[in-house]
């Protein structure tokens, strides 16, 4: 990638590298930078390594067909802040650490822009890489070195599995839905947690959950004219795929006075709105627990939810992937689908889909990309359309799919790993839970901060009541007073966080997105980098 | 799957049914059935256990608000033959067997319909399988019994891949276009393969090649005025992703009576033609060596289809997955690459993506998804925007992005693992070319059929001259000639096979694509059987 963001990197540098030198007064957060500085040479260095740079860029590729006037619009439309343009900016800052050790005033970048906790060290849970590492090499198994090297049910579970795959064949595409007895698996589970039946044939075993909503935005959008109903703020995944596909993102406001509670009134005023504009508005998209807001959804109001989306004939579509990250004691994760079914809604009554990961989790497995979805409430005509869609791309990966069937049937009491087993899972969403209300304290005590408490997920989604000479040298730099801070903030400690404008919020306000997701020992040093930053940065616009 | 394609096959069941029981003189394609055969019973099944049945599907699901009349046009358009109907067939004839064992004249489905070689028993290369284990669970590398059952080799490369990889975290997000370190790894064997560099920052990994093709189509596409040239027969991803993506196939068609050949006046000719009709091609697909085809480039045609593109100022994107499927000692494939740059195209004179996979190859690991695509000739504006598409998904899986650094650098001379490596790929490769080879003389052996030469890939695309009473018959029973031929083909045999009419082909000929894949001891009783049914098929619509 850093080849062709280099434009981009090369000017946010030279733009930092300018301002600074004409600062009079150099500030901690845009340090005044010598042609002999680290960043300097890093921007020389971009400009002779490569041919493309700003200068030559037009004509060179001038021979070339394709130009950012004449490829997909939807495409230019789609952003995606989770790995925007301050993600660049911090893979440069960290390589030029490794270049130059000692050249900015932090000595590593910490990453808190994204919901990736082995990329910050945790741990994957043992017993899931055991299972995993044996379907993958299936003729260890009947090896004596075997049993001294793996538990008991461990080798059990890959046994049971192979024997769920035709042929035993991990290397074969599956049925595009994904293997049927591993989805038979991850159905039982999601009747043990909801107390009410899965037919493994509504699950749609996916790379991730993103295929699984690229799908349906793909089923449901047709033109423009086709609304989504997504919280504000969002996840930018919504925002990307109704953009790619060519829908109205119609926006509904979480309340963040009331701890992002979400009004039906407001999912009436906009629908309303909506209409009124000649959007049909297809379906609504609820994310619980909320991302990047970390709100866990009380039951009553998740009735309330279905109630509205039965009434006005919209597709309910349910981002559940933070089901298992509940940090709060007052706070209990439903599924929609146990919601509908015990307000006796069946199959037949609502369209309700819903979106699971591997990804997050106490178990965090980014990486494998394993999901799935649960469809239910759809024609067979229609559900066969679904299927078409998945076929296209034949099947998802089969260590995925292992490991998505593995989250709904963790080892169970008496099984030679469930001690081991619950002590890594319980000390790490406790940890995560104390790192929660660790941030979320520090966040509350800086000047003009408010946040509201994680409930869930694994962010904290503060609102920043930013100066006006700050908003207004944001305007200067042309970039966002969100992101201005938050790369202030970057180039001051190193702390990555992405800017609330990223995810949409009410016109006016500022915020940003900080995972919990830092090791527990690294906490106090990013509170007080923070707390640091955030008093200088106020000294200085507060104008 | 089963329940909602249940309409489908209800029907298909029907039909059979009902013609073979007016039939006055049945035959072995269409058994005639008693009201307590195993197919009526089957049919009886569905009926009752899915409140979907035909008769009360449309009230049943009156009060949900998506049907086929308000999804997404594109959607309904797209085709995905690989999986279709005979598919769905042949997975309840086998559903029906393993119930009622004798049921019908063969005792086992023969898929020869998808190139999926570990579902056929094809296993996989077994340094492959170390690595990804060891990769998988780290924390047996430094154990004794870790020695005695993997290869010296395979543990020193999970060390060496763990090391490519930031915090040896197999369970994060990478970057997204892959961990750099793999990045490396491929373009080293790219540049072994093509005696010219390769740019690690110019690949993409993708969970297979599927989602590489369809951010290019993406990308391309603007709308249906945009056209992308493809092969006729082509492979039916390239037709489901430009119906998806809202565009228009430009079909070039290559020619049978010269081995598949692809002339350049015939991509003239069609170009011309599309663009009479106001269409902006775009791209051209080559698919080399070729699916459903067979036929390897030779390299004077593929310099003619390099300056055609680049005189035309077309985007190349060629379709490399059978790159290391070529069985026939006159043919040696060449990367589009290779053949550019040793004209003297640089990097701005042409515009070329590259795709290949871990799905095909001598290894066949389609279940592990993993591929990638190398992207050269684009600004990196457009870059950036290709770089934008990847990161919405955030990444491929890891497994599949570690796979495919190792089939680009495999073991080499001197390395533990090297004569086992070897001795798989070559009894693989070899058996490979001999089961093409028998079946190819079976088919031309056949009244009315002719074959080409599988020279790579994994096909033969017989051409079927079909009967004039069969083509009539067809017509009744309301499906295209050859997917009648193939339904009965399956009916009488279970051997699976896809019709030509799925990859499309010069209209009035009749195909169908049979994949070379089934274990070779299982290849005698296939071409007993499909001469035996075609003599029969022949007999009863000869006329």
Request: charged share 20%; with cysteine; aromatic share 8%.
């Amino acid at each position: 990638m850093r080849r062709f963001i280099s434009h981009k990197t090369i000017n946010l540098i030279s733009q930092t590298t300018t301002s600074s030198i004409s600062s009079s007064s150099p500030s901690p957060n845009s340090p005044s930078l010598s042609p002999n500085s680290p960043l300097t040479s890093l921007l020389r260095f971009f400009s002779t390594l490569h041919p493309s740079s700003p200068d030559s860029m037009a004509s060179d590729y001038s021979a070339t067909p394709i130009t950012m006037d004449n490829i997909n619009p939807k495409v230019l439309k789609c952003e995606y802040a989770v790995r925007g343009e301050i993600v660049s900016i911090a893979q440069t800052l960290q390589q030029n650490l490794k270049d130059n050790p000692g050249s900015h005033p932090f000595d590593e970048i910490l990453y808190c822009n994204i919901g990736n906790p082995q990329s910050l060290a945790q741990q994957p849970i043992t017993f899931f890489r055991e299972v995993l590492a044996l379907c993958d090499h299936p003729s260890i198994l009947d090896k004596s070195e075997t049993q001294g090297l793996f538990s008991a049910d461990a080798i059990e579970r890959a046994f049971q599995i192979l024997e769920q795959i035709p042929g035993r064949a991990t290397g074969a595409y599956s049925h595009s839905q994904g293997i049927k007895g591993l989805r038979d698996t991850i159905a039982s589970g999601m009747k043990a947690r909801d107390g009410f039946p899965a037919d493994p044939n509504d699950l749609f075993l996916t790379d991730g959950a993103s295929p699984a909503v690229h799908m349906m935005m793909q089923l449901l959008i047709r033109s423009e004219n086709d609304g989504i109903l997504c919280p504000i703020p969002q996840y930018p995944l919504y925002s990307a795929s109704i953009a790619l596909h060519g829908g109205t993102l119609v926006p509904y406001y979480l309340d963040e006075q009331t701890g992002w509670g979400l009004e039906i009134s407001e999912l009436e005023h906009q629908l309303k709105t909506a209409k009124s504009k000649g959007i049909d508005v297809r379906a609504l998209v609820v994310i619980n627990p909320g991302n990047p807001t970390g709100q866990v959804l009380g039951e009553a109001n998740q009735r309330e939810i279905v109630e509205f989306c039965k009434k006005e004939g919209l597709v309910l579509l349910a981002d559940e992937v933070y089901q298992e990250n509940v940090y709060v004691p007052d706070k209990k994760f439903h599924s929609f689908k146990k919601i509908s079914r015990s307000m006796g809604y069946g199959e037949t009554d609502i369209s309700l889909v819903s979106f699971q990961s591997v990804s997050k989790g106490f178990y965090g497995e980014c990486g494998k990309r394993g999901g799935y979805m649960e469809v239910t409430g759809f024609s067979p005509e229609v559900r066969e359309q679904i299927y078409k869609l998945a076929s296209v791309n034949l099947c998802s990966n089969i260590s995925g799919q292992i490991l998505a069937s593995l989250i709904m049937s963790p080892p169970k009491v008496g099984d030679e790993s469930y001690e081991s087993f619950s002590a890594e899972k319980e000390a790490i969403l406790s940890s995560l839970a104390r790192r929660a209300k660790t941030l979320e304290d520090a966040l509350n005590s800086l000047e003009g901060v408010t946040c509201n408490r994680a409930e869930g997920a694994m962010y904290l989604f503060p609102c920043i009541n930013l100066p006006d000479k700050a908003i207004k040298a944001a305007e200067e730099a042309k970039t966002a007073p969100d992101a201005f801070y938050a790369k202030h903030l970057l180039n001051a400690t190193g702390i990555v966080v992405v800017p609330g404008s990223g995810f949409r919020q009410v016109p006016g306000t500022w915020h940003f997105r900080c995972t919990i997701l830092p090791q527990e020992e690294k906490i106090p040093a990013i509170v007080s980098r923070l707390t640091e930053f955030h008093k200088k940065f106020m000294d200085e616009f507060r104008g």
